[in-house]
């Protein structure tokens, strides 16, 4: 795993929230969504994996660490 693959990458923009690549649009219509700003949602509360957050994985299974909780548009 390289360091775009964390859940979390590890720098942190000025307010101290991760920062991540541009995407995240498919978790924008989720509504599961919590904050697009610290990029979390119910099913990732400390953050959405970067796989899902990029589009790799749509989430409409179950994903390790997500609480049981999947995409809903």
């Known amino acids: 795993m390289d360091a775009t693959e964390k859940y979390v990458l590890d720098g942190k923009d000025s307010k101290g929230y991760a920062v991540y690549p ?5 978790c924008l219509l989720c509504s599961h969504i919590l ?15 970067l796989e899902i957050w ?20």
């Open 22 to 26: 541009a995407g995240g649009f498919p």
């Open 54 to 73: 990029n589009g790799k994985n749509d989430h409409s299974k179950q994903y390790p660490g997500d609480n049981g909780i999947t995409y809903k548009a």
């Open 35 to 49: 904050s697009e700003e610290k990029h979390n949602c119910h099913a990732f509360p400390n953050g959405i994996p």
